[in-house]
C-alpha cells in the first residue's frame, strides 16, 4: 500500500507564496502523480500532474502561470510551489499517485488515482 503525507500548509495573505510537499512511500518513475483542492462546499478541483520523472506536467487553468509542480525521485517527495496566491485558493490540498502512465486516464480528476493524502489546509486571507 503507498502512502502519502502532505506538509507545508498554512495561513498566508493574498499576494503571497507556499510550498506543500507530498512525501511518498514507493517513488517509482512510471507513477502519475496530481494535486487536488477541495474548498468547504465545493467539488474536488484537480490543480496538477506530473510523472514522477518530471516530465510533462498539466495545469488546471485556475492555477496556470501561478503553480508549479515538481518532484525530487532521491527524497521521494512531491512539490507544489505556489506563488501569487489568491483567496480563491482557500482550500484542503491533497497529493494523489496512480501506477498508469498519465496519457491512460483523465489525470487532473482525483478518482481516477488509486492512492491519496489526507491533506494540508491552505488558507489565503485578503
Given amino acids: 500500500q503507498v502512502q502519502l503525507v502532505e506538509t507545508g500548509g498554512g ?4 499576494g503571497g507564496s507556499l510550498k506543500l510537499s507530498c512525501t511518498i ?8 502523480m496530481g ?4 474548498a468547504p462546499g465545493k467539488e474536488r478541483e484537480g490543480v496538477t500532474s506530473i510523472y ?5 506536467p498539466l495545469y488546471a487553468d485556475s492555477v496556470k502561470g501561478r503553480f508549479t509542480i ?19 485558493d482557500t482550500a484542503m490540498y491533497y497529493c494523489a499517485a496512480d501506477p498508469r502512465p498519465c496519457d491512460l486516464f483523465s489525470r487532473l480528476v482525483a478518482d481516477e488515482y488509486k492512492y491519496r493524502g489526507q491533506g494540508t489546509q491552505v488558507t489565503v486571507s485578503s
Fill in 11 to 14: 495561513s498566508v495573505q493574498a
Fill in 25 to 32: 512511500s514507493e517513488y517509482s518513475s512510471n507513477y502519475c
Fill in 35 to 38: 494535486w487536488f483542492r477541495q
Fill in 52 to 56: 514522477t520523472s518530471g516530465n510533462r
Fill in 70 to 88: 515538481s518532484g525530487d525521485i532521491l527524497k521521494n517527495t512531491l512539490y507544489l510551489q505556489m506563488d501569487s496566491l489568491k483567496p480563491e
